[in-house]
């Protein structure tokens, strides 16, 4: 069995917020199982009590004209004015667009601010733990360091499956969060999606569900899962098929329990004036968000079909993603003589199960070819 437990020193709680998450579990067997009375134990005491910022602009949005309140320059840019803090008109557009309600959404500083807020919201510092299932991304582990929140680790299969199992067997009772990336990152395969609903089944955390890659996917999102289950939150994001990594915006969606208290911990102006343009005159032109998937898409598959023909190539593993895993004879190698034509791939040769590895993101059409007439003159060296 691929377990591998995190070696930090597990040691036994006395604290109230275990107490309460045991209680929490051993009513289980009489209640709906992940009730919101579940999920409101899971979060830490300090975020159960407090109360939000308030910035009291919005009860009076509609009922006043002059704004005197917010120590604001009065002279109108577009910009003087501090940004709405819930982001309702981009949510309005998200949710027609995606079709899910409004209260089920939130907006981060890109995904990455939602990963961060969740690890703050659920876990304590020295207590409770994450769990990841490397290879995957690798923000999951850097957010619970800054917070001094241990990551246990359960490896994918050899084949970069779900081992289900395994992952269930190395819960602990400080796991409060359960990191999925599918698409993973950087693999590039989805899960199964009834493999992935074992887990949130099986699991009495919050299982958190990276969708980073799900519009280069084959295969639904779990999205679908949130009108059945409250311990799941699915991140997307702006970053990847949108093409605005530089505006820097993220989505989550969840039950309205954990958006209210996502909203509750949050920067009060965590999504600026800027961003919220751009993501508003972005899902205004859902053709060109299509029209460069598609396009993508087409380039994927023709990058794998060449790469495969490469004597140095021993495989392309498939992708459900905007890139390729590949590996290969010589990855430091191959690596260094693509950064020496200015073609910077990623080195994942020395991540787990991804020895001799590099990820290629698959790059517009010219770019694609002029990385593959470098590699044509490698195999000629
Ligand atoms: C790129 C990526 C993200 C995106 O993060 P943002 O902060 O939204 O840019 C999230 N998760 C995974 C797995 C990624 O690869």
Not at 20 to 43: D, R, V
Not at 188 to 211: C, M, P, Q, T, W
Not at 286 to 311: C, P
Request: hydrophobic share 40%; glycine share 4%; net charge negative.
């Amino acid at each position: 069995m691929r377990v591998i437990l995190n070696k930090t020193f597990y040691y036994c709680k006395k604290d109230i917020s275990v107490a309460l998450h045991l209680t929490a579990q051993t009513q289980l067997s009489t209640q709906t199982p992940k009730s919101m009375s579940t999920i409101k134990n899971l979060i830490r005491p300090n975020i159960q009590k407090m109360t939000a910022y308030s910035s009291a602009r919005s009860e009076f949005k509609g009922k006043a004209h002059i704004f005197l309140d917010a120590n604001e320059n009065p002279f109108d840019t577009d910009l003087n004015r501090y940004p709405d803090p819930l982001q309702w008109k981009v949510k309005e557009e998200i949710g027609k667009w995606k079709n899910i309600e409004v209260q089920s959404i939130f907006l981060g500083n890109g995904s990455d601010e939602v990963i961060d807020l969740l690890i703050r919201i659920f876990c304590e510092p020295r207590e409770d733990a994450i769990m990841i299932l490397p290879p995957t991304y690798g923000m999951y582990q850097v957010s619970a360091a800054i917070s001094d929140v241990e990551v246990q680790e359960v490896l994918l299969t050899n084949d970069y499956q779900l081992d289900i199992t395994a992952i269930l067997e190395a819960v602990q009772p400080n796991t409060k969060l359960l990191f999925v990336c599918s698409p993973n990152n950087p693999t590039g395969n989805s899960f199964n999606l009834k493999a992935i609903e074992e887990l949130v089944e099986g699991f009495e955390g919050i299982v958190v569900v990276d969708e980073a890659y799900i519009d280069f996917a084959g295969q639904a999102s779990c999205v679908n899962l949130l009108k059945e289950y409250k311990n799941l939150v699915v991140t997307q994001t702006f970053s990847k098929a949108w093409g605005l990594a530089g505006i820097r915006l993220g989505m989550a969606f969840a039950a309205k329990e954990i958006i209210d208290v996502l909203n509750k911990v949050k920067p009060p102006y965590n999504v600026n004036q800027l961003t919220q343009n751009a993501a508003l005159e972005a899902l205004q032109n859902v053709e060109r968000y299509e029209w460069e998937r598609a396009n993508i898409l087409q380039q994927r598959n023709f990058l794998k079909e060449e790469l495969m023909g490469f004597d140095f190539v021993k495989k392309v593993f498939p992708s459900d993603a905007n890139f390729l895993l590949v590996r290969v004879k010589e990855a430091q190698e191959l690596y260094d003589y693509l950064t020496s034509k200015g073609i910077i791939v990623r080195n994942r040769s020395k991540v787990v199960l991804c020895e001799g590895c590099l990820r290629f993101t698959v790059g517009t059409e010219e770019e694609n070819l002029e990385l593959l007439e470098a590699l044509r003159i490698y195999t000629e060296n």
